[in-house]
């Protein structure tokens, strides 16, 4: 597809189970980054990758969270025991490359911890 | 850290009116970025700034880059129904003169328009 694809749309778990949210970036962008949503919030960055860099991970709110970005194109975010605070959309963005190349989102995956 | 304070937090207006909202921050930003988000989608870019001073239109948006670089004000002229959305600023955060790829966002205008 032409913009950037994430599954699921919606994921409910219960808490203490881990979960794999997955982001297919637009096809050439060098740059993929993950954000979180809460209810009635702002997007807070958690994590981005570039290229064959190190990713930064300064965003992430503890160790449970975790991301990989294999081949340079597909992101996989993985929380690990889920708590209900971990409740939010979790949006993936990519770009052509770091700076001021806009952000293109994704429609987010939902992720509702009971 | 860097932070984007965004204001109103709310509008209520009838179809037809302009609409403004804006965004300030303490620090300086290169570039600027407003973003329309409707229920259950993200985020989707409207406009770009580049260049303090800078006046950007995209249709029934205009947009401008704060001469000081640390503000930026975004206005919709003649309102219609499917403007109903929540509008973000944002802005790369920077270090040293340089700008990383993450963005800082402002905690969003919430847009009504009553037909």
């Known amino acids: 597809g032409a913009g950037v694809s994430q599954s699921p749309s919606n994921k409910v778990t219960e808490k203490g189970k881990d979960v794999e949210l997955r982001c297919d970036p637009i096809?050439?962008?060098?740059?993929l980054y993950w954000y979180r949503q809460s209810l009635g919030q702002g997007l807070e960055f958690l994590i981005y990758?570039?290229?064959?860099?190190?990713?930064?991970k300064s965003g992430l709110p503890s160790d449970r969270f975790s991301a990989e970005r294999t081949g340079g194109s597909v992101s996989t975010l993985t929380i690990q025991r889920t708590q209900q605070e971990d409740s939010a959309v979790y949006l993936c963005?990519?770009?052509?490359?770091?700076?001021?190349?806009?952000?293109?989102f994704g429609d987010g995956t939902r992720l509702s911890i009971l | 850290g860097q932070q984007l304070n965004q204001s109103p937090q709310s509008m209520f207006i009838q179809e037809g009116e302009d609409v403004s909202m804006n965004c300030t921050s303490s620090?300086?930003?290169?570039?600027w970025l407003w973003y329309k988000q409707d229920p259950g989608e993200g985020p989707v870019l409207l406009i770009a700034?580049?260049?303090?001073?800078e006046l950007t239109s995209n249709g029934r948006l205009t947009a401008q880059f704060g001469i000081t670089r640390k503000d930026s004000f975004l206005n919709i002229s003649a309102s219609i129904p499917s403007d109903v959305g929540i509008y973000f600023c944002?802005?790369?955060?920077?270090?040293?003169?340089?700008?990383?790829?993450?963005?800082?966002f402002g905690q969003g205008t919430i847009l009504t328009v009553h037909p």
């Open positions: 963005a990519s770009s052509s490359n770091l700076g001021n190349q806009p952000q293109h």
């Open positions: 620090s300086i930003f290169n570039t």
């Open positions: 700034l580049y260049k303090a001073g």
């Open positions: 944002a802005g790369p955060v920077s270090a040293g003169g340089t700008s990383y790829g993450k963005l800082t």
């Open positions: 990758f570039q290229g064959n860099s190190a990713p930064d």
């Open positions: 096809s050439g962008h060098t740059a």
